[in-house]
């Protein structure tokens, strides 16, 4: 019984410890402007959506997938990104399949090798791959 008290005291002491610790890293934020989102969608063919200066992430990314659903009848890829970042949409093929897009975001200029990570991921050879649009 004493030893199980102890181990309470000696762990409550820990965290006690701890918790003030953390408390004294804890630095103010200063007000940062709210990020405005630009949201991207693209159907397997290449047709490419964009809704920009939202609020939101989701909301940016769902718009545009909504859109690009709704007008062309087929299921798209999405993202959303701050509207400064640069976004490429590239469509692959393979013989004898559908063709499928795939879309990369990048605030320092990697965009194109994003998609490009993208559609290797899920074995397209990047040379089947045609860059269609970029922002």
Do not use: H
């Not at 989102?37 to 290449?46: E, L």
């Not at 909301?59 to 007008?71: F, G, I, L, M």
């Not at 970042?85 to 590239?90: F, I, Y």
């Amino acid at each position: 019984m004493r030893y199980f008290v102890l181990t309470a005291l000696a762990v409550s002491s820990l965290l006690t410890a701890t918790s003030a610790q953390a408390q004294r890293f804890i630095q103010p934020v200063p007000y940062l402007p709210q990020t405005n989102w630009s949201g991207f969608a693209a159907s397997p063919n290449g047709k490419v959506f964009e809704v920009t200066n939202q609020g939101s992430e989701d909301v940016a990314r769902n718009a545009a997938k909504y859109a690009c659903e709704q007008v062309t009848g087929r299921t798209c890829v999405a993202i959303a990104v701050p509207m400064t970042w640069d976004v490429v949409v590239m469509t692959c093929a393979r013989p004898g399949q559908p063709m499928r897009s795939f879309i990369g975001g990048s605030g320092q200029g990697f965009a194109v090798d994003k998609a490009f990570q993208k559609a290797v991921a899920v074995g397209f050879d990047p040379n089947s791959c045609t860059q269609v649009y970029s922002y």
